[in-house]
């Protein structure tokens, strides 16, 4: 079964909705037979790669809130995180950019690194005192290199803008198309949407729903249906 998750790196529900799906997933009797995609979206994805401001000033600029309802805002996404064993600086965040992020984040794909770094990614973001928006690609390849991946490669990658940038695009463009507005945005098997950070009750009874309700294979026959295989016991001799 594959569980398709689209995220993005500056929505905090994110973070704390992946340590949610992540403790129903390792409960789940079939956790060994389930392939986890991390797929791209962009919350911002119109701003300046240097149009980088602080959490606060975004969220009453944007939402047009007071300050201290930004601030109670996060407080709140503090007391949430920290239920799931997470840190979370309630101030002094920044916000900007994730379009390289997400580059990254399909390179790691295909070195089988993907939910490492977007721990990593999400850790820093969330948890650090060091900008991941302010210190320029060596921030993001010091990361990348945290989640077991080359750096030299994770630095080829950022100094290349087309390295990847399809792969995001095309994610996004299928959120839109499944119709997802918002993130995070779980996909099960393509059968089953799960939308925002549930509690990990309710992805554990998506899990079992899901892999409950799998089309069994139709083998479609033809002749006499009883054409010559080849098994683990070997290949069947023809018969003159």
Known sequence: MRVEIWSDIACPWCYVGKARFDKAL????????????????????????????????????????????????????????????????TRGRDHGNTFDMHRLLHLAKEHGRQSELLDALYRANFAEERSVFAEGHERLVELAASAGLDADEARKVLADPDAYAEEVRADEREAAQLGATGVPFFVLDRTYGVSGAQPAEVFAQALTQAWGERSPLTLLQSGDGDADTCGPDGCAVPRS
């Open 26 to 89: 390792a409960d789940f009797p079939h956790r060994d037979q389930v392939e986890v995609v991390h797929r791209s979206f962009e919350l911002d994805p119109h701003r300046a790669k240097d149009d980088i401001q602080p959490v606060l000033t975004m969220l009453t600029e944007k939402y047009g809130m007071s300050e201290a309802q930004a601030q109670a805002g996060e407080e709140n996404l503090g007391r949430q995180a920290a239920a799931e064993g997470l840190a979370y600086r």
